[in-house]
């Protein structure tokens, strides 16, 4: 270890290699003398994750399965001998608890991320919450662990990050003692955002997956084209701020300059604005209270020249509608609208099902899988697992 570099923040980045991952190795990048990279973690992915080893010489690599890690300690033998490669639930709950680690980045995509995320947690660390889904499983648990350890949350979902940077310091009381009116969580409405019900029959997974505004994973691609992106991250807003959905309203509004909106009693809307770039809230979970470069290019208000602003179609875009009752509705509720959405965004794209079938599989499931209170991660990893088998099973059923 050189001089100085024990005083360096150690980050663990679990989703290294997906378009969040590779955005915070770009922050972390133009910051060498801040931050270091203590460990990558992605799900099968070896050839990405040997360029990622080799360039940044992390203590620990994490691979989802043994086979996947076999074959990466294989090949880091010849440009990356010193990491030390690990595997499976226990190798990302390691990598997301050790010691050597400040910072960990949770930017694994779905309920896979929820256990290294909690242990995170658990552990004390300042979480920079990428993986909605791991808040909309379970919000509660969540949050009393980040309390009960003392470790800082910084949301790095772009319109969360937003709403954290308007929000007075006290936010965790809730809304009303703190003075906020209400939150304005804006959407940009995604690639379907004027299509009609007709139209949206016929959609395909690569017209999904090109949104407008953002570069980002397949998964939460369909979900933005969906809504239930939005759907997702109304539940997400409620867990972070303490509030509940009457108190959120979702505006449309297509240029994705605005990122969100806090409204004050007495009337005083505040807004986080900028250019549409993930750097942008990376770089502030990580130095938050201060403020770091990105690299996000300075935000030109008469290129832009307008900003546009519409009320949302439920009708169009029932996954927002489908959210917001099952926050209304509680307990295991949100997870089992998760876990369908989850696989039957999977299997749209695996063009097995239409994308209007997306929003009937998560409606059936939550009309039918039995909803608890959710009172212990088993009681939510169970209703997980009921929701996705009652779902694939849906599916079939469909197809037949
Ligand atoms: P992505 O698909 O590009 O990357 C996902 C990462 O998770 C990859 O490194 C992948 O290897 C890893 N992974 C996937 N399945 C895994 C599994 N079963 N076990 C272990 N690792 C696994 O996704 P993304 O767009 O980077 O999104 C990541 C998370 O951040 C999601 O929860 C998403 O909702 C959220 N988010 C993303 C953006 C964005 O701009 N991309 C914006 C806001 C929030
Ligand atoms: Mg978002």
């Known amino acids: 270890m050189g001089l100085g570099e024990a005083s360096l923040i150690g980050i663990t980045i679990l989703g290294s290699t997906g378009s969040i991952g ?6 972390i990048s133009q910051h ?31 691979m989802a399965d043994t086979d996947s890690a076999e074959l990466l300690r294989a090949k880091l033998k010849a440009v990356a001998a ?11 709950r390691f990598v997301a ?48 662990a980040i309390r009960d350890s003392g470790a800082e949350l910084l949301p790095i979902d772009s319109e969360h990050n937003a709403i954290f940077q308007c929000m007075p310091v006290n936010f965790g009381d ?24 007709t139209e949206l029959h016929q959609v395909t997974p690569d017209q999904a997956c090109a949104h407008p505004n953002w570069v980002m994973g397949r998964k939460i691609s369909v979900d933005s084209a969906s809504m239930m992106n939005k759907g997702l991250e109304l539940i997400e807003a409620c867990w972070l701020f303490n ?31 900028g250019n549409p770039d993930m750097r942008t809230p990376i770089a502030h979970g990580l130095a938050w209270p201060e403020r770091i470069k990105s690299g996000v290019a300075s935000l030109d208000l008469f290129d832009i020249a307008r900003l546009d602003f519409e009320e949302p179609d439920l009708e169009r875009f029932p996954c927002l509608r489908l959210a917001c009752e099952a926050m209304q509705k509680g307990g295991t509720a949100t997870a089992i609208l998760n876990a369908a959405n989850e696989v039957a965004v999977a299997e749209f794209l695996a063009r097995r099902i239409r994308f209007t079938d997306i929003a009937k599989i ?26 996705r088998d009652y779902s694939n ?8």
């Open 362 to 387: 998560v409606e059936l499931a939550l009309t039918n899988v039995e909803i608890e209170e959710a009172t212990s991660l088993q009681t939510v990893l169970a209703a997980d697992k009921r929701a």
């Open 97 to 144: 608890e050790t010691e050597q680690t400040d910072y960990v980045m949770a930017a694994i995509v779905g309920a896979a991320g929820l256990l290294p995320t909690l242990a995170a947690a658990k552990a004390g660390k300042r979480v920079l919450l990428a993986n909605k889904e791991a808040l909309v499983l379970s919000g509660q648990i969540f949050m009393d």
């Open 32 to 62: 060498k003398d801040k931050y270091k990279v203590v460990a990558l973690t992605a799900n099968t992915g070896v050839e990405r994750m040997i360029e990622q080893c080799t360039q940044w010489q992390p203590e620990y690599a994490v």
């Open 22 to 27: 590779v955005n915070t190795l770009d922050v």
């Open 243 to 273: 509030t509940t959905p009457e108190h959120i309203q979702v505006v449309l509004h297509p240029q994705s300059i605005i990122h969100s909106l806090v409204e004050y009693s007495d009337g005083s809307v505040l807004a986080q604005l």
């Open 393 to 400: 099973t849906a599916i079939q059923e469909l197809a037949a």
């Open 82 to 92: 010193d990491v030390e490669v690990l595997s499976g639930d226990e190798g990302l």
């Open 174 to 197: 809730g809304l009303a003692p703190t003075g906020v009116q209400r939150i304005l969580l804006t959407a940009s409405g995604g690639p379907f955002r004027s299509k009609s019900l």
